[in-house]
Nanobody
Framework: QVQLAESGGGLVQAGDSLKLSCAASGRTFSAYGMGWFRQVPGKDREFVAAITKSGDTTYYADSVKGRFTISRDNAQNTVWLQMNSLKPEDSAVYSC????????????????????WGQGTQVTVSS
């Protein structure tokens, strides 16, 4: 079991920045690839960013590339999502997740291959 807890969401204006945190506990954090996904009511869960277990490779959705940065510290059992130049269309519930498929781009981008999820944190960007 891996328990995940997100924090850092909130209400901001377009152009602002937010940094989301995801604290993990339980099984060895460094054994899991980590991802951030977001969802708005009525829409499918959307991939945002992922990072391999060692942190040496990151992947991003085209919609956030160049604005968002995912990072992790295995010593702190934490993964972050730095979000810059936020847009109203970035508004969603953001969730972090852990997958044993650590080093494969295909698996890291699909929510179907993640075993553990946090409860989510709301991000609202006003125009």
């Amino acid at each position: 079991q891996v328990q995940l807890a997100e924090s850092g969401g909130g209400l901001v204006q377009a152009g602002d920045s937010l940094k989301l945190s995801c604290a993990a506990s339980g099984r060895t954090f460094s054994a899991y690839g980590m991802g951030w996904f977001r969802q708005v009511p009525g829409k499918d869960r959307e991939f945002v960013a992922a990072i391999t277990k060692s942190g040496d490779t990151t992947y991003y959705a085209d919609s956030v590339k160049g604005r968002f940065t995912i990072s992790r510290d295995n010593a702190q059992n934490t993964v972050w999502l730095q979000m810059n130049s936020l847009k109203p269309e970035d508004s969603a519930v953001y969730s972090c997740a852990a997958t044993p498929f650590s080093n494969d781009n295909y698996f890291l981008r699909s929510h179907r291959y993640y075993d553990y999820w946090g409860q989510g944190t709301q991000v609202t960007v006003s125009s």
